[in-house]
């Protein structure tokens, strides 16, 4: 590989979707420079169709004011429908397998009230060790509200002793073993620390013939990796709308529910109006009679200034298409570490996994001269221009999005940190 500069601005030159940058507002140092945006693993670009979208409902509200529910030309009573297909799309669904609504962790709670039921021997629920804390804090509540004790009843999965990442046979393995005392396994289709990406197919075939329900949180997976959620037949997942889908800070979730759960009325549920079919919601009736599909664990009526840029979001996506995406992502990802490897060797370890297939755009670096002097290099690199993000205990991410970033990005980043580190 060429590593002169001149052949990252020749890739970006080829790149067929080098014109999406300009559908994007990249942030800039006090409205001077641009800056090196690296962040959308944390919260994604503006897309510029957002403010058009957000301008459109204020526009109907100002307008319409109530009547926009049914006159507005994307009436707000089905606004949330809009999303569906191409949400659907993202993570390998039949659109009535999605919705967007709450938050993430609110989604998740929704989704373990009714599929984490432990019964006779079937306690457990399965996360890993270094679990996004929000996810943590979900399981472990869950645990405890059904009167068990996290500490017997909460099973972590960790990577081998020095390793980083998990190995796959080892989950199915530690699935198996657990088998007949597991409820629930839940785990994040990539990793937010490592960026390493789970085999969801696998583990989520392991985890349905020891007979266990099974849940994927794809806040970092949605709109970077490739995710088929129904044909890998899990039952439930959630995500949030503000890293790569670049809903804006906060953004409207999403949550999915399998199809063979569409109809089933048995199933314990947090209820509230708007996940009562919507043929009968306003009948206001007193009995709860549940929307088929994902709607039904709707709560209330949505935000609908808040689901606008994720709308304008998914319009990108169907656009330009996950697949053309993907393959610019493994090799814009590839390029960046064929950088690393070559200039920074020995100074900076890669933990997220080497094979493209088990990683999303995210790269997690960790750089071997102590947590205060990779804290000082991050610190020069923000200095700098450059925005990757610090996560504790002293990990540097950097996510090249195939959306808005380029080779030259990547090449900047990796000379960047090197005269950082080269720094005394
Ligand atoms: C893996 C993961 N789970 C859960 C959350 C929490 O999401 P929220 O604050 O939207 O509920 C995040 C937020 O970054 C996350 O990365």
Redesign the pocket.
Known sequence: MNLDRNHALALDAADPLRHWRDRFVLPSEGGGAELTYLCGH?LGAQPVLAAEYVEEVMRDWRKLAVDAHFAAAHPWMTYHLRLAPALAGLVGAEPGEVVAMN????N?HLMLVSFYRPAGDRTALMIERNA?P??RYAAESQVRFHGLDPARDLVELAPREGEDCLRTEDVIEAIGRAGPRLATVLL?GVQ?LTGQALDVAGITAAARRAGCTVGW?L??AIGNVPVALHDAGADFAVW?H??YLNGGP?AV?GAYVHARHARDGALPRFAGWWGNDRASRFRMAPAFEAASGAEGWQLGNPPILALAPVAASLAHFESAGLAALRAKSVALTGYLEVLIDARLAGRVTILTPRDPQARGAQLSLRLECGRDRARAAFDGLRARGFVPDWREPGVIRAAPVPFYNGYDDAWRFVDALDAELRRE
Not at 103 to 106: E, G, I
């Open positions: 944390s938050t993430l962790t609110a998740l996004f929000s996810d994040p937010y949180d806040a970092h949030c503000y890293k906060g979730a």
